[in-house]
T-cell receptor, first 114, second 112 residues
Framework: DQQVKQNSPSLSVQEGRISILNCDYT??????FLWYKKYPAEGPTFLIS?????DKNEDGRFTVFLNKSAKHLSLHIVPSQPGDSAVYFC?????????????FGTGTSLTVIP | EPEVTQTPSHQVTQMGQEVILRCVPI?????FYWYRQILGQKVEFLVS????????KSEIFDDQFSVERPDGSNFTLKIRSTKLEDSAMYFC??????????FGQGTRLTVV
């Protein structure tokens, strides 16, 4: 049951350009969304998050957009840098007072070409 | 900067043996998780732990799995009788609020 989907397994972008990574979800109860970056043989590293009461959250070069009606979120990286090359996972969760379970997408491998 | 640490980084075990994966969460965090990633597949939730008990678990987390927080700092995942299909990267994570989580570097478990 794939509740969070990343339909693009890979993406290549020129250095300095915008990278747009997309994520779709099916469970309307999700109200908190996160993006993680992962290098091979390392744990996921938290990048940026957004709650369902917002439609945009920005942190430096990273911006996450949320379209609740379309159940879609995206991560924009501007400008892209070679060090951004990694696998990016989106994750979704819903409010629970015992700790949220995160549902991960399958990841998009981003390559930033110098 | 505080971080989640996991030991060992790589564990090789024979099928049917018990393994214990260890994690030291960030010290003021209250919510703890185990996830795993089979090679080439997505990151999968195993279990969450809050207030000294399991708060949620997935269908993967069957009777062969157990978690413990024995001494207030360590958080362990035990697999009683390992199977070949348990081979994966196991990630521990912790969170102060339940929103967002910080992950460890993972333990690569290889069952032979």
């Amino acid at each position: 049951d794939q509740q969070v989907k990343q339909n693009s397994p890979s993406l290549s972008v020129q250095e300095g350009r915008i990278s747009i990574l997309n994520c779709d979800y099916t469970n309307s109860m999700f109200d908190y969304f996160l993006w993680y970056k992962k290098y091979p043989a390392e744990g996921p590293t938290f990048l940026i998050s957004i709650s369902s009461i917002k439609d945009k959250n920005e942190d430096g070069r990273f911006t996450v957009f949320l379209n609740k009606s379309a159940k879609h979120l995206s991560l924009h990286i501007v400008p892209s840098q070679p060090g951004d090359s990694a696998v990016y996972f989106c994750a979704a969760s819903y409010l629970s007072n015992t700790g949220n379970q995160f549902y991960f997408g399958t990841g998009t491998s981003l390559t930033v070409i110098p | 900067e505080p971080e989640v640490t996991q030991t060992p980084s790589h564990q090789v075990t024979q099928m049917g043996q018990e393994v214990i994966l260890r994690c030291v969460p960030i010290s003021n965090h209250l919510y703890f998780y185990w996830y795993r990633q089979i090679l080439g597949q997505k990151v999968e939730f195993l279990v969450s732990f809050y207030n000294n008990e399991i708060s949620e678990k997935s269908e993967i987390f069957d009777d062969q799995f157990s978690v413990e927080r024995p001494d207030g700092s360590n958080f362990t995942l035990k697999i009683r009788s390992t199977k070949l299909e348990d081979s994966a990267m196991y990630f521990c994570a912790s969170s102060v609020s339940g929103f967002g989580a910080f992950f460890g570097q993972g333990t690569r478990l290889t069952v032979v």
